[in-house]
């Protein structure tokens, strides 16, 4: 069974930053693309970032580019996703999802809540 | 950006009838590589992580009940559900996988 389990998740002061975890079990973490997805407080999802299998190509939202970095480690079947310069608007729950084939996400993790407040 | 939008924002269905969700992109979604609508529908309940129901816009996710149903092509698609059960209160969205992913705002189901 697919285990997606974040971490890493607090209040930050705007400027700040911080490093989302997400263990993965239960597939061949190795061989599929992964993303981070995110949800402001009682808004839509907005998709964050993804990485390739062997993590040789990142993609971004435009408003996380320089400031968000998405990187994986094969060896742990871990995802993170390094967030610096925090704003107020990145506060959201940050969901590790698996991304299948093409773009599809089909499996969550419960998400991780960031919050940028001072 | 391809920008996916949702219509309605919210609906009221009684327990047992047809709920219709509509989701419109601001250009088409059908890749010529693949040949396929690159669109995926997801439920989410409250304080719950989305749920994949389709992709490819009609391709039901295992273990989906059958009274949902995905269509459409190109700009427009709509997700069905074709008798609203209880465990169906949610909030859909749909999402776009040609280039880099955007969802729909969501649309609330309610009894």
């Known amino acids: 069974e697919v285990h997606l389990v974040e971490s890493g998740g607090g209040l930050v002061q705007p400027g700040g930053s911080l490093r989302l975890s997400c263990a993965a079990s239960?597939?061949?973490?190795?061989?599929?693309?992964m993303s981070w997805v995110r949800q402001a407080p009682g808004k839509g999802l907005e998709w964050v970032a993804n990485?390739?299998?062997?993590?040789?190509?990142?993609i971004y939202v435009d408003s996380v580019k320089g400031r968000f970095t998405i990187s994986r480690d094969n060896a742990k079947n871990s995802l993170f996703l390094q967030m610096n310069s925090l704003r107020a608007e990145d506060t959201a729950v940050y969901y590790c999802?698996?991304?299948?084939?093409?773009?599809?996400?089909?499996?969550w993790g419960q998400g991780a809540l960031v919050t940028v407040s001072s | 950006d391809i920008v996916m939008t949702q219509s309605p924002d919210s609906l009221a269905v009684s327990l047992g009838e047809r709920a219709t969700i509509n989701c419109q992109s601001s250009?088409?979604?059908?890749?010529?590589?693949?040949?396929?609508?690159?669109l995926a529908w997801y439920q989410q309940k409250p304080g719950q992580p989305p749920k994949l129901l389709f992709y490819?816009?009609?391709t039901r996710e295992s273990g989906v009940p059958d009274r949902f149903s995905g269509s459409g092509s190109g700009t427009d698609f709509t997700l069905t559900i074709s008798s609203l059960q209880a465990e169906d209160v949610a909030v859909y969205y749909c999402?776009?996988?040609?280039?880099?992913?955007?969802f729909g705002q969501g649309t609330k189901v309610e009894i």
């Open positions: 999802a698996r991304d299948n084939l093409g773009g599809r996400f089909d499996h």
């Open positions: 239960g597939f061949t973490f190795s061989g599929t693309w």
């Open positions: 990485i390739k299998e062997d993590g040789s190509v990142q």
């Open positions: 250009q088409s979604v059908l890749h010529s590589s693949t040949n396929k609508n690159h």
């Open positions: 490819w816009a009609s």
């Open positions: 999402q776009q996988y040609v280039g880099i992913k955007t």
